[in-house]
């Protein structure tokens, strides 16, 4: 391609009315998976082309997996991946479509996450991505370098492999848009669209009328409608047909991928890929109007000013039709987004992040340490939610899924029919009876394990505990004692942690050994962690106890969204015994009921509700408030003059303890079990919630401050 034919423009050839069909692919990627990843890509464009598309767009940085992390800074990842588009390329499927497909590119020692527009075998550029995701999840400027040159291109030198098949030695890199013979297309990634001057917008005054988002974007309860809401911003301003490609599944990592890849023109949705499928490949076409595009264009004055007055983009030609050789064929009909409920989001997210990690981990299924309260119900409820997705894509046709399943259960002949038979193979609970355990939790945890269909076991780990208190008896030569026996707080302490010790260390021997069990030496089973997310942030749990796991399908989720989930559950998969755990208040049965019949509960505990955890986290992690200004925040949201009516003194000492006690147990944060990210206040320390782990307890200049602020509150409330 010459330098020259970049610069050049031409007129939009225009008829009465110019439809185009585009597909949009949701693909279940796995970082490294490179093979894998690409059979999925040349699926997804053989599929799309069957359907009659012109265009295909894909996700962020598909040939590779998005979450590669530090993989990228090896040279084997942006060479692999490049590989991976030589074997599309070679393929033959790019032929007749025009295909958007996410690559890493290292150019002058500096790699880009950029987008390679493909044609016919030609490669005719690489958009990189000028604005990267810095936040929460994402440290994007770790491994990229955002594209800082406003619409200008530069040359880049094809490797030797894709020299020879495309007959090409350099191919511009840079930001521009591509213009063929009867329209022009434009592509933003992922963050760019939320960014506040999205790229978008500028591509849209410049003439783009199709615009392409290869996106990755991450679960989180509710994320979708604020996606939607994004193109829309883009769409209703300056109309355009908007191709949002989302992936799916988990890709190796905490975050959840949730699909829903959309395909919207002007202001209304065309088409949207489902959320949570297990289908590995989903082509989502459309027959978008172009005409349509232009008449809403067309009527809005200032944009036409503004166009006028806008940079233009460098442009590369491409000759090809966009438009359909069908005039009699219908534009596709508008339809309404698709929004789960809150309670339909946390059966299926999770559960698709455990299929995908049981899949690809090569394990036999799940063993999880089963309490009868609520939040290991929750995840073995989740287990149950999983086996009904995996037999209704069995049902529906899906031959991977039933691969996948037959290679878990060791049976290449099974096909599973009922959710509580296969939850009967791949999931096992045991309820491991302590000296404070009840009949009521013991009964629960069984009734429920038999409603999900898990085979479930009950182990005494009574005797453990009295030999750890024996052999404590023998080195210090006196008896540790609960509390309500004489004892002191740090002997209570201790005794209820050895219990979760224990638990945790049973856990994984039953797990290892399970198979063994069944006259099977073949394999394993992942623990299943179900500490929520409330107790993290409150740092109320043991380190290393049961709730150190292989993975925690709950542990981004707060105590509110599973009582949501379970009620949901009890109704939708008659687990009906969810709801008398609902009722009761949760404990940890750590501590024996005291001689005045006193039990253990976990908000007394904690000096927390489990409401009032959740709104503290999020005012600590998505407000970023510290002590002072989040007994501020408090005031006015719990407040004397509120409908709560808290009194400051109240909160004053809620705010200390609240920092007092995630101070002590910030350490215990480094060593959370990795969970699927679910909510926006998650105190993962590995990725999403940088902190240091050693910090001063006291509190003292900020505890001072706050004493002189509820002072002056106190005064004012009088």
């Given at each position: 391609m010459k330098h020259a034919e970049r610069s050049q423009e031409r007129d939009i050839v225009t008829s009465p009315t110019v439809k185009t069909r585009v597909a949009v692919s949701t693909l279940n990627q796995w970082a490294l998976d490179f093979e894998g990843n690409r059979d999925r890509i040349i699926e997804s464009i053989k599929q799309a082309?069957?359907?009659g598309a012109k265009m295909r767009v894909g996700s962020e940085l598909e040939t590779t997996g998005y979450s590669c992390e530090d993989h990228f800074l090896e040279s084997d990842t942006t060479d692999l991946a490049f590989d991976v588009l030589a074997d599309i390329i070679e393929s033959g499927v790019t032929d007749d479509i025009f295909c958007v497909?996410?690559?890493?590119v290292m150019h002058e020692g500096a790699r880009y996450n950029c987008d390679a527009y493909v044609l016919n075998g030609t490669i005719y550029g690489f958009k990189a991505?000028?604005?990267?995701?810095?936040?929460?999840?994402?440290?994007?400027?770790?491994?990229?370098?955002a594209w800082s040159k406003d619409r200008e291109l530069e040359d880049f030198i094809l490797p030797p492999r894709l020299e020879r098949l495309t007959k090409q030695k350099i191919v511009p890199i840079g930001d521009f848009v591509i213009q063929t013979n009867d329209t022009i297309l434009g592509s933003e990634k992922c963050e760019e669209m939320f960014v506040p001057n999205n790229p978008g917008i500028d591509m849209a005054l410049d003439g783009v009328e199709i615009f392409a988002n290869g996106s990755d974007s991450h679960w989180e309860v509710g994320k979708l409608q604020n996606r939607v809401r994004k193109i829309f911003r883009t769409t209703e301003s300056s109309g355009g047909i908007y191709i949002y490609a989302n992936s799916v599944g988990g890709d190796g990592g905490r975050m959840l991928k949730d699909g829903s890849s959309l395909i919207i023109q002007n202001n209304t949705v065309l088409a949207q890929a489902p959320q949570f499928t297990l289908d590995t490949v989903t082509s989502t076409v459309a027959t978008a109007n172009l005409t349509a595009?232009?008449?809403?264009?067309?009527?809005?004055g200032s944009a036409r000013v503004q166009a006028d007055k806008s940079k233009s983009y460098p442009r590369i030609l491409v000759p090809?039709?966009?438009?359909?050789e069908a005039p009699t064929e219908l534009p596709t009909e508008p339809v309404e987004p698709i929004f789960l409920t809150r309670a339909e989001e946390i059966a299926k997210g999770p559960a698709l992040w455990m299929w995908d990690y049981l899949r690809r981990s090569g394990a036999s299924g799940f063993f999880l340490p089963l309490s009868g309260g609520l939040d290991s119900g929750s995840v073995n409820a989740l287990v149950g939610s999983m086996c009904h997705m995996v037999i209704d894509a069995v049902q529906e046709g899906n031959k991977e899924?039933?691969?996948?399943?037959?290679?878990?259960?060791?049976?290449e002949d099974y096909i599973p029919t009922d959710p509580r038979e296969l939850a009967g193979r791949i999931s096992v609970t045991c309820y491991m009876k302590g000296p404070a355990s009840s009949g009521k939790t013991e009964s629960r945890a069984a009734m429920l394990a038999r409603e999900v269909g898990s085979d479930h076991f009950v182990a005494d780990i009574e005797p453990m505990v009295r030999e750890f208190r024996e052999t404590m008896r023998k080195i210090f030569g006196w008896e540790l004692r609960f509390e309500h026996e004489g004892g002191t707080r740090a002997e209570d302490l201790a005794l209820q942690n050895i219990q979760a010790r224990v638990r945790m260390a049973l856990a994984y021997l039953q797990a290892q050994t399970y198979r063994v069990s069944k006259g099977r030496n073949d394999n394993f089973l992942l623990v299943l962690g179900s500490a929520n997310v409330d107790e993290a942030n409150r740092g109320y749990f043991t380190k290393y106890d049961c709730s150190s796991a292989d993975i925690n399908p709950i542990g981004g989720l707060a105590k509110k969204d599973l009582r949501i989930f379970a009620e949901y559950a009890a109704e939708k998969f008659a687990y009906t015994t969810l709801k008398g755990i609902i009722a009761d208040k949760p404990t940890a049965e750590l501590r024996p009921d005291s001689p005045d019949g006193h039990q253990q509960t976990d908000e007394e505990d904690m000096g927390f509700t489990?409401?009032?955890?959740?709104?503290?986290?999020s005012l600590r992690k998505e407000e970023r408030l510290g002590p002072v200004s989040m007994f501020q925040r408090l005031v006015e949201l719990w407040g004397p003059h509120t409908e709560k009516g808290m009194s400051i003194e109240a909160i004053e000492n809620k705010v200390k303890y609240f920092h007092v006690m995630y101070a002590i147990n910030r350490h215990k944060l480094t060593t959370l079990t990795p969970a699927v990210h679910a909510v926006g206040y998650s105190p993962d320390d590995n990725r999403f919630d940088q902190r240091p782990f050693l910090i001063p307890k006291n509190w003292s200049y900020q505890f001072k401050k706050i004493d002189r602020l509820a002072r002056e509150y106190e005064k004012d409330f009088r």
């Open positions: 082309k069957e359907q497909i996410g690559v890493p991505k000028k604005h990267l995701a810095n936040d929460g999840n994402y440290y994007e400027p770790r491994w990229f370098t595009v232009r008449s809403y264009r067309s009527v809005a090809f039709d966009m438009g359909l899924v039933l691969a996948d399943i037959r290679r878990i259960v060791a049976d489990y409401d009032e955890l959740g709104e503290v986290a």
